[in-house]
């Protein structure tokens, strides 16, 4: 199975200021078609998990373009700027390449300072 | 508006059973394959099961394979989880979610398994 490793497992930000996560997994996302399956997930407390970013940089309908993703092969990144209090929760990131099973990173908890 | 309803968690003593069903509404079920997710209590996330549009291919975890069955009633707008032998590890949320790559997510059923 693919491994996914979160870095940082906990993040404290300011009101305003950027959060960036890390993700990077234990085999390339490449597939053969072309695409990289990496999604990003995010939880707010008691919530479902909602998804935020489809094929590493794409953003689902509503999600503001405060968030966006970049990487490829094995290094991914998922950038917050403007941080607000809404944006607290875990964040999780997930490939879809090499399934199955799909594999989640540890996720990475994100709280205002 | 697109929904998926879990429902049929509960407590069950280990080596018991329980059926989880998930209604869906607001798109065609058999356009889709569909899955089932699974958070332990302070936990992530974690896949356990998929099924193809027409129910025709299956995938597992390791963990739950023999254990689960998924299934579906597209007719009936409908998935289901056949949890067998169920361990005290099987204790989770578990959700239903539209598998497009999990772009849609249900609310939760809880299990629990305690003796």
């Known amino acids: 199975d693919v491994v996914m490793t979160q870095s940082p497992l906990s993040l404290s930000v300011t009101l305003g200021q950027s959060a960036s996560i890390s993700c990077r997994s234990s085999?390339?996302?490449?597939?053969?078609?072309?695409?990289?399956?990496l999604y990003w997930f995010q939880q707010r407390p008691g919530q479902s998990p909602r998804r935020l970013l489809y094929?590493?940089?794409n953003r689902e309908s509503g999600v503001p373009d405060r968030f966006s993703g970049s990487g490829s092969g094995t290094d991914f990144t998922l950038k917050i700027i403007r941080v607000e209090a809404a944006d607290v929760g875990v964040y999780y990131c997930?490939?879809?390449?090499?399934?199955?099973?799909?594999?989640f990173g540890q996720g990475t908890k994100l709280e205002i300072k | 508006e697109v929904q998926l309803v879990e429902s049929g968690g509960g407590l069950v003593q280990p080596g018991g059973s329980l059926r989880l069903s998930c209604a869906a509404s607001?798109?065609?079920?058999?356009?889709?394959?569909m899955a089932w997710v699974r958070q332990a209590p302070g936990k992530g996330l974690e896949w356990v099961a998929h099924?193809?549009?027409?129910?025709?291919?299956?995938n597992y975890m390791d963990s739950v394979k023999g254990r689960f069955t998924i299934s579906r009633d597209n007719a009936r707008n409908s998935l289901f989880l056949q949890m067998n032998n169920l361990r005290a590890e099987d204790t989770a949320i578990y959700y239903c979610?539209?598998?497009?790559?999990?772009?849609?997510w249900g609310q939760g059923t809880s299990v629990t398994v305690s003796s």
């Open positions: 979610a539209r598998d497009d790559w999990l772009d849609v």
């Open positions: 607001g798109f065609t079920l058999s356009d889709y394959w």
């Open positions: 099924i193809q549009r027409d129910g025709s291919d299956k």
């Open positions: 085999q390339s996302l490449l597939a053969s078609d072309g695409n990289t399956y």
């Open positions: 094929k590493v940089s």
């Open positions: 997930m490939q879809g390449t090499h399934w199955p099973p799909y594999t």
